[in-house]
């Protein structure tokens, strides 16, 4: 028997609670057409990148009907979503700033080698990137000229075909655990610093979804996910689960 999996959006309801301050992209991936627009704005943020983040698509499919609801399927073979043509609009990833980035996955392939997201390139300056290992190991990286952390995190814990919370932030200004990765609202892991920083700059490339400069492809669903420049708190982080069944900004 095929087992039945909750919807984590199906019965989502407005987040009336969230701080909008630092806010700098929402992607709730429910349009039909074209681009996958950054609705921080029109949800109440003030300090939203704006269009320049809205995500230029290539074969991806809209409004999945898999489950989250109002995903986007990327099929792991030549699929991506290219956040504009700024280089410098993501600099707070690399910069020293702090942030946030939250996002619903179902992944597809839990055994392929694949990029969640990236501004990196082979070189791994001035860039920050999720990627998942043949092994199901997801590997974290933030880069300036030096490097902020470079670190494996083991297994991802993700079950292939369940969508999950997944909630990353960077403090750098944490004495230990700068870096801290959770799931489903609990915290999972966390990563301290790696060698000493250089001078930020721009990014080689644009940020993108699902892709590394044109390689490493993913195969998963995701749906609202969201890019702060702060750290959210643990109730905001709880609030955003809602016991599994997602919520709106």
Excluded at 3 to 11: K, L
Excluded at 150 to 177: A, C, W
Aim: charged share 15%; with cysteine.
């Amino acid at each position: 028997m095929t087992p039945f999996i909750v919807n984590p959006f199906r019965f989502a309801v407005s987040a009336s609670w969230v701080d909008y301050s630092e806010l700098k992209v929402y992607w709730k991936f429910n349009e039909s057409s074209g681009d996958v627009i950054n609705q921080a704005a029109t949800v109440g943020s003030t300090d939203s990148l704006g269009a320049g983040a809205d995500l230029q698509i290539t074969g991806a499919t809209y409004d999945n009907s898999n489950t989250p609801f109002n995903t986007m399927n990327f099929d792991g073979t030549n699929d991506d979503a290219v956040a504009g043509s700024s280089l410098s609009q993501f600099n707070f990833f690399q910069d020293g700033s702090k942030w946030t980035i939250a996002l619903w996955l179902e992944n597809n392939d839990i055994s392929s080698e694949q990029i969640i997201y990236s501004n990196a390139t082979g070189a791994n300056t001035q860039a920050c990137k999720l990627a998942q290992s043949a092994s199901g190991q997801f590997h974290h990286g933030v880069y300036d000229s030096g490097i902020w952390f470079d670190s494996n995190f083991g297994s991802s814990g993700m079950v292939q075909g369940s969508p999950y919370l997944l909630v990353f932030t960077f403090d750098k200004d944490e004495p230990t655990d700068k870096f801290t990765y959770y799931r489903n609202a609990v915290e999972i892991a966390t990563r301290d610093q790696s060698t000493t920083q250089g001078t930020s700059a721009n990014s080689a490339v644009a940020f993108r979804l699902f892709s590394q400069g044109g390689y490493y492809f993913g195969n998963a669903n995701i749906s609202e996910m969201s890019v702060w420049k702060r750290i959210l708190t643990d109730t905001e982080i709880t609030t955003l689960y809602n016991s599994g069944n997602g919520i709106e900004l």
